[in-house]
């Protein structure tokens, strides 16, 4: 088995552009019969294969999460990424993870699906033709993101609004809600949580730290990700964790890390060559989604894990 991809459009409302790669394992005998097109026949021993669709951060190039994409695929499952072209607010415009931000309004946070580009994406994977026809399972889909991409891809754990859901997982991401979209100070909004969750931080984030001005005036001490898991999981089925990573900032996840975009220079070391911190991320999440889309009641893996000398931190709920 090899690691191979497809790329593809596919149209997403009031934005720009929306571009996708979907990773899937390939069979290597094929590649003579692919010489001319370099579209490689699909290794169908362990197929179909659930879904892990990735929600990028805002403004980081979706060839960051590549590396985990191949680890996945490597472990079982087809892997989607995607760059969702539109506006950041004052920021200008930019890629974003697809967000409907009036959905985040005090009154309404919750009542519904917040995340534009999920449905679309779904909808273009599944009208997809060769290699990958028919050797995707969309009743084992996972959701997860990285910063804001996690943040959205928390707001919308309820399969009722995301197509075969079975659990989502966050690197970074939080929903401690911004101030200028009407919320109180420091407030932690709940999330539907049908669906188990794995929240995965770094002890020493930079860009969560130097947002805090979007949160807060005060000088209290400022953990989103702790209080998200604390506050805002309401789910108590002893499959949801916080796992943090000893070694792990905010773009622990991402290699290569674009420094030309994004906030990564907020970070005072970006540890882009510490592989022992993305292990121990991959190995934890790849345990996560094994519980939840490949062995459902199975093995509890990521117990197995959260010991190791590389977590600082973990709970479990």
């Known amino acids: 088995m090899i690691v ?33 097109t370099g579209l490689v026949a699909a290794d169908r021993s362990r197929s179909p294969w659930p879904l892990v669709i990735v929600l990028p951060g805002i403004n980081v190039p979706p060839d960051s999460y590549r590396w985990l994409a191949i680890r996945l ?20 415009r930019g890629i974003t993870p697809g967000i409907d931000l009036a959905a985040f309004g005090p009154d ?26 028919g050797l995707i399972d969309f009743d084992r889909v996972a959701i997860g993101g990285h910063s804001a991409g996690g943040t959205v891809a928390l707001h919308n ?20 809600t911004s101030m200028s979209l009407g919320h109180g100070e ?15 931080a770094g002890a020493d984030d930079g860009v969560i730290a130097a947002s ?31 796992v943090e990573l000893a070694d792990g900032n905010h773009f622990t996840i991402c290699d290569p890390i674009d420094e030309t975009s994004g906030r990564s220079f907020l970070e005072a070391e970006l ?18 989604l094994d519980e939840h889309c490949q062995e459902p009641g199975g093995q509890d893996r990521v117990e197995d894990l959260v010991n190791a000398t590389t977590i600082s931190q973990w709970a479990r709920r």
């Open 4 to 36: 191979r991809s497809v790329h593809f459009g596919f149209e997403v409302p009031d934005t720009d552009a929306s571009m996708a790669t979907l990773y899937y394992a390939a069979d290597e005998g094929a590649l003579d019969a692919a010489r001319l």
């Open 73 to 92: 695929v490597r472990a079982g499952y087809c892997v989607a990424t995607y760059a969702n072209i539109g506006s950041l607010g004052p920021a200008g």
């Open 108 to 133: 309404i946070i919750a009542s519904h699906c917040s995340a534009t580009a999920l449905g679309p994406l779904l909808d273009a994977i599944a009208d997809l033709d060769e290699p990958v026809r």
């Open 157 to 176: 754990t309820d399969p009722s609004w995301v197509s075969g859901l079975a659990c989502a997982f966050s690197f970074g991401g939080h929903t401690m």
């Open 186 to 200: 420091a407030s932690v909004t709940t999330v539907p949580s049908k669906v188990p969750i794995l929240l995965l």
């Open 212 to 242: 805090r001005d979007r949160y807060r005036n005060d000088d209290q001490a400022h953990d989103p990700v702790r209080r998200t898991f604390d506050e805002a999981i309401r789910r108590n089925q002893n499959d949801s964790w916080l």
């Open 271 to 288: 540890r882009s060559t510490d592989r022992l911190a993305r292990d121990t991320l991959a190995s934890i999440l790849a345990a996560f």
